[in-house]
């Protein structure tokens, strides 16, 4: 159990490993050497130039004016002076939603804050409870928690009415958040420039036809059912193997430019290289030649395989990118039911171009709900077997935990220092490490799930990371950590007194996540302005792969928001708050530093550093919602069952009534504002036509839909494309290649076309 010393403790060595981040960003971010690491956006945008262009040797990196020093901390009044508009302008929708999250959390838990202290904390810390209960293992933080009331005082009913203040206030400010995005997504979608998305819809597991291809069989089948809607489409072919070879080639070229640099730096001496496993094993030979030699190879298999991939009809999958003459046309199409069977002819929104992951397209529709069966129950296993070890790490939480497992350390541990930076600061780092690896796992479960775009990965798997942080780090830390504390006492305890036990011992968890807050939230946000895997990664590739000005911007690495691993681990402190803002309100101030601090963290790295591979809108802020619900409900469980070990089992109807009206304003707001983020409003899009047509009478939308949705493998090849649909065709029949015993002659006639209209229908 860790005291208000332990706390100081990792507070002090949080707080200078924080100092020493900020002092090294404030250092490095002014070298000109280190410009494009931390400014990449600016460059992206052809904005800002390079500042060691001119100037002595040294000038160009080291910054040797020493007045810019004085003012080292002005990044974070320059990060929170950007307009919002701007902001949306200059980084996209989706990036202002996600920094809109941290200051949702400071808008929830500032009044909650000053409620809590106001209130309950004068409360809990005259109760006096925890010192007349004996053998029980408390700190001097539990003492300002609801642990220190004692057992059906009519103090508990301050606690009730504060959950129902606390729970009204969360949900009108939720509401008008989610009010503000779904108006703020709309405004985007109306004055967003014209995407190749907005007029494409993604059609899968397309039924095989014997009589046609795949491209005459969606030609055919949209020229019918959307005869003056449908303008052209796009096969998708299964280039997965070739594009697989495209990256392996630039990876050779670049290991060649790296060769000839240093062949070029140093003439005397010709790089070698080993033919082995990477390059480390087997014969030694002459880099630059076994490199070229090597590339050439690849190519030669390019070739091959970019034949194959488009003359063999199989390579073709039964998907396809259709595309409409306006964004009314393509919005009817994505959000309706094209065929009586409701697994065939599956549509839905076309991701943006650079968003769509082509691995995926090929996966046949039985295979995919094979997939997703045998990933649930993965996920079922992974979730709940994790259990095992996070319970070892919880069992180091303690000192006397540390002492049973470890028994060599115990004359080390028993010094008064030792023991407040382990008790203070291992538990939380040690579960940091634990969980580092999870997402990359939990990632490439999710692509198996065959998810055709990047942007769905991302929200699938932070779905995933919810889950788990949600049973393991916070329930797993509650339920194996009040075990371990308590053990004793159970053991010792009449049969009759347990429940009480475990009611006292769950707020007192409440120091284990304040040194985990410490660590992940004030230390680990820290870390992420200070680049330090992007710094080193830069100066390697310009040192040894540089040559032109495109490689310099290739080497640059400015990365993306990770929205399937941030979010999840920014409802955990939704999670938090929310329990204990009733329960132990003393952790209230170290959550109100995390989001304070995240939201200037992110919003200056939004502005200067991440460039966002794909544009959803905020199409996550549902799954936000939804988990600060589900937040909510938790918190008000968990009062109802720690009210009960304080005799006061009568308040459960009344917290039965809270955790009702929560799940009926999850319902209301689900239908108020979810569809805005899941369809297109036809009023939307068919103003959105009106308007570019009278703007652009004479916009040539296929040749702008041209090449949009080919595999960036095959960009530049000659693939099959359908012929182009005359807008001045009167004609409504519409040809076919299918054999019917009433048209022997070829003839396609008016019977024909009814029959094969009704087909479809």
């Known amino acids: 159990m860790a005291s208000l010393q332990d706390i100081a403790t990792s507070a002090y060595i949080n707080l200078l490993s924080v100092l020493m981040f900020l002092l090294g960003f404030a250092f490095l971010r002014l070298q000109p050497i280190n410009d494009r690491v931390y400014f990449p956006k600016w460059y992206l945008k052809g904005i800002r130039e390079s500042p060691n262009k001119s100037g002595t040797l040294v000038k160009k990196f080291v910054n040797l004016d020493f007045k810019t020093y004085l003012f080292f901390w002005n990044w974070m009044p320059a990060a929170l002076r950007m307009p919002e508009s701007e902001l949306i302008d200059h980084a996209g929708l989706d990036s202002v939603v996600y920094i809109r999250i941290y200051l949702l959390g400071l808008k929830i838990f500032v009044p909650i804050a000053i409620l809590s202290f106001a209130v309950l904390v004068p409360l809990n810390c005259t109760g006096k409870t925890l010192d007349d209960i004996k053998d029980l293992t408390y700190s001097d933080i539990d003492k300002l928690s609801i642990s220190n009331i004692p057992s059906g005082s009519f103090r508990l009913s301050a606690h009730i009415i504060m959950a129902y203040v606390f729970t009204f206030w969360t949900c009108y400010i939720l509401y008008k958040e989610y009010e503000i995005i779904s108006d703020k997504r709309l405004e985007f979608i109306d004055s967003e420039n014209r995407r190749p998305d907005q007029f494409t819809v993604l059609v899968r597991n397309i039924p095989p036809d014997s009589d046609e291809s795949v491209s005459e069989h969606v030609e055919h089948f949209f020229s019918v059912n959307h005869p003056e809607h449908y303008l052209t489409h796009q096969v998708v072919y299964n280039a997965n193997k070739l594009a697989k070879l495209v990256k392996e080639l630039k990876s050779w070229q670049n290991w060649l430019s790296y060769y000839e640099t240093r062949f070029e730096r140093n003439p005397k001496t010709r790089p070698r290289t080993k033919t082995g496993l990477w390059g480390l094993f087997g014969r030694s030979v002459d880099a630059i030649e076994y490199h070229k030699t090597e590339i050439e190879k690849i190519i030669q298999e390019e070739i091959d395989e970019r034949e194959k991939v ?101 004359p080390l541990i028993r010094m008064k220092r030792v023991k407040s930076v382990v008790q203070g600061f291992l538990p939380g780092i040690a579960l940091k490490m634990f969980t580092a690896s999870l997402p990359t796992i939990l990632v490439q479960m999710s692509k198996m799930e065959g998810h055709t775009c990047h942007s769905a990965l991302d929200r699938r798997t932070a779905g995933k990371y919810h889950l788990f942080v949600l049973v393991n780090v916070f329930l797993g830390s509650i339920i194996t950590g009040a075990a371990f504390d308590q053990l004793y006492a159970f053991l010792n305890e009449a049969p009759s007194s347990i429940p ?26 820290a870390a992420e302005i200070i680049r330090v895997v992007p710094l080193i990664k830069f100066h390697f590739k310009n040192t040894f792969f540089v040559k032109t000005k495109q490689d310099k911007e290739e080497a640059m690495d400015p990365g993306s928001l990770s929205f399937a691993t941030t ?31 995240s939201y200037t963290v992110y919003r200056h790295q939004i502005i200067n550093v991440y460039d966002q591979n794909y544009e959803s809108g905020g199409r996550f802020w549902p799954d936000v919602h939804r988990r600060i619900i589900i937040s909510l409900i938790i918190s008000q469980v968990l009062l109802m069952g720690l009210l009960s070990t304080k005799n006061a089992a009568k308040s459960t109807p009344l917290l039965l009534l809270l955790a009702l009206f929560t799940i009926w304003f999850h319902i209301f707001c689900k239908g108020r504002f979810e569809s805005a983020f899941v369809k297109f409003p036809l009023q939307e899009a068919m103003k959105k036509d009106t308007t570019e047509r009278a703007k652009e009478p004479k916009l040539d939308l296929k040749a702008y839909l041209r090449d949009a949705y080919i595999h960036p493998a095959l960009k530049g090849a000659e693939i099959e494309r359908p012929e182009a649909v005359d807008e001045e065709e009167k004609n409504p029949l519409v040809s076919t290649k299918r054999r019917t015993s009433k048209s022997s002659s070829g003839s396609f006639g008016a019977e024909d076309a009814i029959e094969e209209l009704l087909s479809y229908l």
């Open 310 to 410: 488009i003359s063999d009809p199989k390579s073709i999958v039964p998907a396809a990118f259709v595309s409409f003459k306006s964004r009314w046309g393509a919005a009817v199409c994505a959000q309706t039911q094209q065929s009586r069977n409701p697994t065939l002819w599956l549509t839905e929104w076309a991701p943006e171009p650079c968003d769509v992951y082509w691995d995926n397209l090929a996966m046949p529709y039985v295979q995919l709900t094979v997939k997703q069966l045998i990933i649930a129950v993965t996920m079922f296993f992974l979730t709940f077997f994790f259990m095992i070890p996070i319970a070892f790490v919880q069992s180091l939480a303690s000192i006397e935990g540390i002492q049973k497992v470890l028994v060599f350390l115990r």
């Open 500 to 525: 009480k036990t475990v009611g006292v011992a769950i707020p007192m968890k409440a120091t284990f996540f304040i040194t985990y807050i410490m660590v992940d939230g004030w230390a680990g946000i």
């Open 567 to 597: 979010e999840p681990r920014i409802q955990l402190y939704f999670l938090l708050g929310l329990v204990y803002s009733v329960a132990t309100p003393i952790i209230l101030p170290f959550i109100l530093v995390f989001f304070a601090f």
